[in-house]
């Protein structure tokens, strides 16, 4: 996938929106959603919350997990651990960059993005520590890591590792096949 079809999935996640409206249930095919009440909240998927908006029918209610002090809180998390914590949400830079261009209600916007931007290259330097090491790492006898598992990871940042990682993998298979050739060959013995 790339990233606008991850943004695309992500777009189907729900929010809770607060609209100036009167209208019974919706029916889409990804569900209900509604009655739509003035000021009453409701779960929609955001690709909905985002026409509503576009449409002044509505203000999006920021999600729990973008207010300052649970950035901050995570933030802190994934630099004092090496392993990766549980995301924020499995779409949060996504979801993040969508309500951050929309709304002009969420509380400190500006931190809000810094510390939404911190968490990312915190979490994009583990995942490149996490290659490079195991690209690196000798399974033992002579043997490449035959596999590793990283937990935690959002679809985004294993879509941004997906094709470097994937060639740094056929490029180092080549080597070794190559550098096995070469140890067994008595030409270069």
């Given at each position: 996938m790339d990233p606008a079809q991850i943004e695309f999935v992500a777009e189907k996640e729900s929010i809770s929106i607060l609209p100036n409206f009167t209208e019974d249930k919706l029916y889409l095919i990804s569900g209900e959603v509604g009655p739509f009440q003035?000021?009453?909240?409701?779960?929609?998927?955001?690709?909905?919350?985002?026409?509503l908006k576009q449409r002044q029918k509505c203000r999006i209610i920021t999600p729990e997990w973008m207010?300052?002090?649970?950035l901050k809180e995570k933030k802190?998390?994934?630099?004092?651990?090496?392993?990766?914590s549980k995301p924020l949400h499995p779409h949060f830079?996504?979801?993040?960059?969508?309500?951050?261009g929309l709304s002009?209600?969420?509380k400190d916007a500006d931190e809000v993005r810094t510390l939404i931007k911190d968490i990312w290259?915190?979490?994009?330097?583990k995942l490149r520590k996490s290659v490079n090491k195991m690209i690196n790492h000798d399974g033992g006898g002579g043997k490449p890591l035959a596999h590793v598992e990283i937990n935690n990871i959002t679809v985004l940042e294993l879509n941004t590792?997906?094709?470097?990682?994937?060639?740094?993998?056929?490029?180092?298979?080549?080597?070794?096949?190559?550098?096995?050739?070469?140890?067994?060959?008595?030409?270069?013995?």
């Amino acid at each position: 996938m790339d990233p606008a079809q991850i943004e695309f999935v992500a777009e189907k996640e729900s929010i809770s929106i607060l609209p100036n409206f009167t209208e019974d249930k919706l029916y889409l095919i990804s569900g209900e959603v509604g009655p739509f009440q003035p000021q009453v909240p409701v779960q929609v998927p955001l690709w909905l919350a985002v026409n509503l908006k576009q449409r002044q029918k509505c203000r999006i209610i920021t999600p729990e997990w973008m207010d300052v002090d649970v950035l901050k809180e995570k933030k802190a998390e994934e630099l004092e651990g090496h392993l990766f914590s549980k995301p924020l949400h499995p779409h949060f830079l996504e979801l993040s960059t969508i309500i951050l261009g929309l709304s002009s209600e969420v509380k400190d916007a500006d931190e809000v993005r810094t510390l939404i931007k911190d968490i990312w290259d915190v979490r994009a330097a583990k995942l490149r520590k996490s290659v490079n090491k195991m690209i690196n790492h000798d399974g033992g006898g002579g043997k490449p890591l035959a596999h590793v598992e990283i937990n935690n990871i959002t679809v985004l940042e294993l879509n941004t590792i997906r094709g470097f990682f994937t060639a740094s993998l056929d490029h180092l298979h080549n080597l070794r096949n190559h550098a096995e050739l070469c140890l067994n060959d008595p030409r270069y013995n």
